[in-house]
Structure formats: C-alpha cells, structure tokens
C-alpha cells in the first residue's frame, strides 16, 4: 500500500484558525451550534459529522498538550495548574455536550442511510456512551482525571544515590547489569527502599480512586467497577471469562519456560541461588549491552532501524523529529514511564520516554514507535472517532514492531555477539511479560469486585497472586516488605484501570505477525500496515483478520504461539 509520512495537520473549516482554547466560555458557541443545527438530509449529516470530528481534534490536541508537558516537567505548577483547569473546568462541561449530541446522531432518521458496514464501530460505540453517561458522574470523573496524575508526581520525584550520585530510579536501574554481585543488591535494595517511603501515599492514593471509580459504576448501575468498564472500554468481543482463561493458560504454558530461562541465567552466572538482583546481570567475561549513548543517538539508531525494515516507518520518525515530538531522556522531576501520545489535529504524535542507556530502551523506543506508526497510518481517516481503534490492536502495532525490528539491530550493535544477546533478551522479555500481565489483570478483577477491601486485605491478595505466578526459580527470602508494594510500580493500576490484558492481548497477535514475518517479511508487513490503516473501522476480530490474525485467547492458541517462540530462543543458542 501507498503511504507517506508527511503528515498534513488538518484543515479547519469549522471552528478559526486561530482559535485556541482557553475556557469554557469560548467553546461553549460551537458546540451549541452543533446541537442546535437541523440535520434536513443526507448531506447535512456528513457535514455535521465532519464539522464534530473537527470540534473533537482541537479539544483533544489541547488536552493532549497539556498532559505531556506536565509529564515532562512534574516540578512546574503551571503546568500542572494548566492539565487541572482543563480537567476541572473543561472537560465536566463537555460531558453533557457530548451527551445530546450522541443522542442526536443516533436519533437522526439519515443516520440509517450512512455506510453501515462503515460506521458500525462507531454508532456500537456511541449507544454505549449513551448507556453509560449519568450526570452525577461528571463532576466524580473530573477528580479522577486529576487524581490519577498524582502518581506521576509521586513517582517522579524517586530519586537514589549511587557512588555519591543522585539518579532517577530508571537511571538506577543500569546498576542491575553490573557485574558486581554487592553494587547490584545494594541498588537494588536503595530503589526497593525509596519505594517504601512513599508506600502510605501510593496506598491512600489508590483507595481513593478505587472508591471514586466503585461510586461511577454504581451510578451507572453496574454491580462494580470491572463489568462498568469492560463496557467503557468498548470490549464487545471478549468478557473477564476469556481473562480467567487467559490467567490459566499463562500458568500452564509459559511459566514452564520462565522456569527455564531463569535456570540457564542462573548456570551462566555461575550462583547457586538467583536472586532478584541477578535476573539482569550477564557473566563476568560479558560487559552489558550498551546500545546507545544518549536520546539523540537512540533516535537516529532508531531511525536507521526502521528504514531497513520499511522507509515510510523511519519517515514517521524523522517527521516528529522536525516537529520537536520527543522527549526520550530520563530526569529528575519528569514523570515515570513511556508513551506514545497520538495529537489528533497533528497528525503527527508524541513519544515520551525514560532512557537511561538500556536494552530496555530500545524495546520502548521501537514499541512506542509501532504506536506512531499506527497514528500515521489512522491519521488520513476521516472522523477522529473512526481513529479510535482499540487497544487490543493498538499494542499489536507496537508489539510487532518490537519484534519485527529485531533483524535489524544492527544500528544498535557492530558485532554478532551482541546483536545475539539482544534478540535473546527480547525474546526472553516476550515471555517473561505475560506472568506479570496475568497478575496486574487478575489484580485488579479482585480490586474492584471488592471495592471496600483493606488494605492488609489488599496485600495479603496481591502476594497470594503474585506467588501463584512466581516460578522457583528466583529467591526472594527477606523481601516481602518490598514484594508486598511491587503493584505501586505498576501505573496503569493508577492512570488507567483494567488496561493492561491488552498486552497480553496484543503480545499473541505480535507473536503471530512475527511468524508471518519470518516466512515472508514482505506479506507480514502489508499485513500489519492494511490492520492499522483501517484504524476503528471494523471489530477486534476483523482488525486481527486484516492482519492475517486469529483472534483467540484459548490455552491451545497460547500453548502453540509459546512454542514457536521457544523453538526461535533455541536457534539463538
């Protein structure tokens, strides 16, 4: 398929060129005309249609803005001043707006004459706004938004010093490949520990927005909070059975060879006991992989990476690079984690990252540019809502990338050795992922089907969780005190709740593109760019179809995918 990354940012016929948000007062005028306006035909509609997905782009870039330089910068006020007004001021009198005009395309008689085929997500995904709206919700969910960001400040100021110097706990981290056994358990230990300092606050913060979230769903006359947002979230095509099922089958199939990849890391070690210190630590006669230098080198090594595989995927990177679309280095005070951030009038999205000079960074980098890559590709569709697609597809694109780019690391290393050692790590990283996605799920469907839990309560649940997918493999004698907290470094448990089964999700169907890949690159990639193209046009199951998927969580789908995947780490060695 044809495409190009010079991504145009969208014409405004709607509302001026030079508008830009600043209050409610200045907004107000057009969404009113949008409600008010008579639809009298076919016509009226699609260009009532287009003028809201116009409307939609420009709110949600202002937003966008606002939340990635507040995560850019946690110590400025302002910053922060600017996302809360937006969230407190902004969005709770967008709500009811939204509201009548969901209802008034869904009640439009020219509604039915629109491309079934076509708006079908879409008009599935309206009705099931309408069903969830409650105007008793509006002011609770603007407190959410606000409250959800405390965690990045929080987290963002962990710091720890290391031979006299202060890093984040990201940069911490690099200590963990040393060769020194005593370096890598004292850091380990120093970032285990500044982590229980903010422990109460990590804790009152999440009760918090458990009970918020529990009053949202009984508002909206759910029994909790989990079957209120399988709904929000728009999953139409699978239910929290297939979750447990998903639960079963990572015990069954994939800790087996977790068991084995940590039993070979222990031999090459050399150490009668592995400890959770070890799991990044390579033998003594081997230095850690050091792919990059810095952000700058990690983009332009990026950049060479993609162009091999396919040249418009390095042209989506260079694009946002003339826009000024990352911010890849870790600092103190910016917030912790990554993301790909899409700007829906741009075009063009934002990569936010914590590099610290890691393989690990390499992994985000490619992953969240398979993100961007998807934004460029949705980005020519012609309603920002037919560019929500789910995500359970989204991570699919940025999955495959992770894997698909492996063939060519070479950017990233000048010999055979190392470039062997970084497919192995990213393999070993495929697999090791989906005990800990089982645990943040099955966390969380515990959570919220019993919202009035305590917190020893919540504990004692998270660590018989997190030992029923531990292996034996790793000793862990003296640590509960941190183990007990491990889910505070999770911030989906915070930031956005029950999103995190689409990892595991999405690492399946990365998995199955990256077989395709492997019997024919060139198919594989057509594949997965036509999946992408078509944005949230079509259902879950078509989008996997699309891209020559199956769509299916079953223990026999997983057990085959984790074979294949097992049989690609033995070639490695």
């Not at 199939?253 to 222990?266: D, G, S, T």
């Not at 050795?417 to 515990?446: G, M, N, S, V």
Request: aromatic share 12%; net charge negative; charged share 25%.
């Amino acid at each position: 398929m044809k495409v190009s990354a010079d991504i145009k940012k969208l014409e405004r016929h709607f509302v001026p060129r030079d508008f830009v948000v600043t209050d409610w007062a200045s907004l107000e005028p057009f969404f009113t005309n949008l409600v008010e306006r008579p639809l009298e035909s076919l016509s009226d509609l699609k260009q009532w249609l287009l003028d809201m997905s116009e409307m939609e782009a420009v709110v949600s870039e202002d937003a966008c803005w606002r939340q990635i330089k507040m995560t850019c910068d946690t110590t400025d006020k302002s910053l922060e001043d600017a996302f809360t007004y937006f969230c407190m001021e902004i969005q709770p009198k967008l709500q009811p707006y939204g509201d009548q005009l969901n209802k008034k395309l869904v009640n439009c008689p020219f509604t039915q004459q629109l491309d079934q085929d076509r708006y079908f997500t879409y008009l599935r995904s309206v009705k099931k706004s309408i069903e969830l709206f409650r105007e008793a919700n509006i002011p609770i969910q603007a407190e959410l938004s606000v409250m959800q960001q405390q965690y990045g400040a929080i987290a963002g100021k962990m710091t720890v010093e290391v031979n006299g110097q202060e890093y984040t706990l990201q940069q911490a981290a690099k200590f963990l490949e040393s060769h020194d056994r005593n370096l890598r358990e004292e850091v380990y230990r120093k970032i285990q520990e500044r982590r229980l300092q903010d422990k109460q606050a990590m804790n009152d913060l999440y009760t918090q927005l458990i009970q918020k979230r529990d009053q949202v769903a009984k508002n909206a006359g759910f029994d909790n909070y989990r079957d209120y947002k399988f709904v929000e979230l728009g999953r139409f095509d699978y239910s929290k059975e297939d979750c447990f099922q998903f639960h079963e089958a990572v015990k069954l199939h994939v800790l087996p060879l977790i068991e084995k990849i940590y039993q070979k890391k222990k031999q090459k070690l050399g150490l009668d006991t592995l400890r959770p210190w070890d799991t990044e630590a390579e033998p003594e006669n081997l230095q850690p992989l050091k792919p990059f230098t810095d952000g700058n080198d990690l983009y332009e090594k990026s950049v060479k990476c993609f162009e091999v595989l396919n040249p418009f995927f390095a042209d989506c990177l260079r694009k946002m690079k003339e826009l000024h679309h990352f911010d890849l280095e870790s600092r103190k005070g910016k917030a912790p984690g990554g993301y790909n951030c899409p700007l829906s009038e741009s075009g063009a999205p934002f990569i936010f990252m914590n590099a610290a000079g890691q393989m690990s960074d390499v992994t985000t980098m490619v992953h969240e540019g398979g993100h961007a890559v998807h934004s460029f590709l949705a980005h020519t569709l012609e309603l920002s809502a037919f560019k929500e697609y789910p995500m359970e597809i989204a991570e699919v694109a940025s999955m495959a990338m992770e894997l698909f780019t492996m063939n060519h690391w070479e950017a990233f290393f000048d010999n055979e050795e190392d470039l062997k050692r970084a497919k192995e790590h990213q393999l070993e990283r495929t697999i090791t992922i989906f005990p800990w996605i089982a645990i943040i799920d099955k966390f969380q469907h515990w959570v919220y089907e019993h919202p009035q839990h305590s917190e020893a309560e919540r504990t004692a649940k998270w660590m018989e969780i997190l030992t029923e997918f531990s292996t034996n493999s790793i000793d862990y004698t003296g640590l509960d005190a941190y183990r007990e907290i491990g889910w505070q470094r999770q911030l989906h448990l915070f930031e956005v709740p029950f999103y995190y089964i689409e990892y595991g999700i999405a690492q399946l169907g990365a998995i199955g593109l990256w077989m395709q890949y492997q019997a024919n690159p060139q198919k594989a990639l057509e594949n997965y760019m036509q999946a992408l193209s078509l944005g949230g046009t079509k259902t879950l199951p078509e989008l996997y179809a699309a891209a020559g998927l199956k769509f299916d969580l079953s223990p026999d789908h997983i057990k085959s995918l984790m074979e294949f995947t097992a049989s690609e780490m033995d070639k490695l060695n």
